[in-house]
């Protein structure tokens, strides 16, 4: 077997001849049966077959491969180290222009090294046209920052005539600061106060009639609500408001005014985090009116201080959530266990059927399950809609309520308002036209004052 691998390295070494040196190894005896080889000669055979076999191999060009991956750097912190010029960053290389002066003189394909140079230049226009949209991002390296420059004061040698430039020694300078205590907020507040008018005026004389009329709105709010940056497992909600609404009642024989909004509301909700947006939640809702009113040119009492009054407690789960611009807010409430009380305080001048209580009865309570939906979008900075959707049933009957106030600013603190007031109650009696739906609109024009502490 040996003999025969001699046999034909021999005849590769005639059809490929080599160097003569590369010869040396050769103390062989070939014989029709025998023959003699020193392991050092064959050592030096393998050797040198390698080095025939690869003087043999043309030289091709090579493609250099990266042997690890190069990371990005639009992943890295925005770092200023220098000034880029616009040619520096708009100006990438060519990959299939041939240069213009001289061929290449790398001997391996080279184009690996050109995508990877475009690639990079590319990153860098990309981070610093970050850096100009966003420099309170941008960090710098001190050790590539440039030296300040000397500063030089110009005096006058009076006995030479000359002026004279010396250099000006800055010593640093120690300000001692005094540290200051920043003080937590637990609960943000807002308060938000807003006085609307709406006002008409008609001749005695207009062709199509008419009768004057002032309309007042005002609408008080604050809100209470828990830190979560500070308390991030806890939700606890508190909002207090009241809207009172006059108008002059012209038709009306017995009162120069009539109130056509007066309404008073109190919810609150605390709940613990279960998990993400979700949490296990109380809720509590409570509503009613201060005034007395009257139907028109009677004496006939329509509602008054705690008739009709409400007062909704329910548990169950909430889920909140807040964009990332905080222009959307979404509250979600939804409490299997319910409990509803209606009150009525004055039967003896209001008819407690009419707020679903039974006659002769002040109060009634019911057991069930409710759901209150809070939506406020900043559709735009002077465009804000408010909407509250609120529903319970004892499985008997159905209430809800859905409240849309949609708030155009026309300055800081000039407004115009559009509330919508959509009401189910299948508890009060029948209506021909609108069955047990209710519906209140106002339109309205006037001043707003808020504060925040958020």
């Not at 004057?212 to 709010?221: F, G, H, K, S, T």
């Not at 509250?388 to 809800?400: I, K």
Request: glycine fraction near 4%; charged fraction near 20%; include cysteine.
């Amino acid at each position: 077997m040996i003999r025969n691998l001699f046999y034909i390295f021999a005849r590769f070494l005639l059809k490929h001849p080599a160097p003569i040196c590369t010869l040396r190894f050769f103390s062989l005896t070939l014989c029709s049966n025998h023959y003699y080889v020193s392991m050092k000669a064959l050592r030096t055979i393998f050797f040198n077959v390698i080095l025939i076999v690869t003087a043999m191999v043309p030289k091709a060009a090579t493609a250099q491969v990266p042997d690890s991956i190069q990371a990005s750097t639009l992943l890295m912190p925005l770092i200023f180290e220098r000034q880029y010029t616009p040619d520096s960053l708009l100006t990438l290389p060519q990959l299939d222009m041939p240069a213009p002066n001289a061929p290449l003189t790398l001997g391996v394909d080279n184009a690996w090294l050109k995508a990877a140079k475009t690639q990079r230049q590319r990153e860098n226009a990309l981070r610093y046209g970050a850096m100009m949209l966003n420099p309170e991002l941008v960090r710098y390296n001190l050790a590539t920052l440039p030296e300040p420059p000397d500063e030089y004061a110009v005096g006058a040698d009076l006995e030479k005539s000359r002026l004279v430039i010396t250099p000006v020694v800055t010593e640093p300078v120690i300000v001692e600061v005094e540290p200051v205590e920043l003080k937590q907020r637990n609960w943000l507040h807002t308060f938000v106060a807003s006085l609307h008018f709406t006002q008409a005026y008609v001749s005695d004389n207009w062709y199509q009639g008419g009768e004057n009329n002032i309309n007042a709105l005002l609408d008080v709010l604050w809100e209470c609500n828990l830190n979560q940056v500070l308390h991030p497992k806890w939700l606890f909600n508190n909002s207090l408001q009241y809207k009172l609404g006059v108008m002059t009642a012209h038709n009306d024989s017995l009162r120069n005014y009539a109130i056509n909004e007066d309404n008073f509301q109190f919810s609150s909700q605390l709940g613990y985090k279960a998990v993400k947006n979700w949490y296990y939640s109380a809720t509590l809702l409570f509503k009613t009116q201060f005034f007395n009113n009257y139907k028109s040119n009677t004496s006939t009492m329509t509602a008054s201080f705690l008739s009709p009054a409400e007062l909704n407690l329910g548990l169950g789960m909430t889920y909140n959530y807040k964009d990332q611009y905080e222009t959307k807010t979404f509250t979600l409430s939804i409490a299997p266990l319910s409990y509803n009380l209606k009150i009525c305080r004055d039967i003896d001048r209001l008819d407690p059927t009419t707020f679903g209580i039974d006659a002769g009865h002040h109060t009634k309570h019911n057991f069930g399950s409710n759901l209150e939906a809070k939506l406020n979008w900043k559709i735009r900075n002077n465009i804000i809609w408010t909407s509250r959707l609120y529903a319970f049933t004892n499985y008997e009957y159905v209430q809800g309520d859905w409240e849309n106030t949609f708030d155009f600013s026309i300055t800081r603190h000039l407004n115009t308002k559009l509330y919508v007031h959509l009401r189910y109650d299948k508890s009060r009696p029948w209506h021909a036209d609108w069955k047990y739906w209710q519906l209140k609109e106002i339109l309205s024009f006037g001043l707003t004052y808020r504060i925040a502490t958020n």
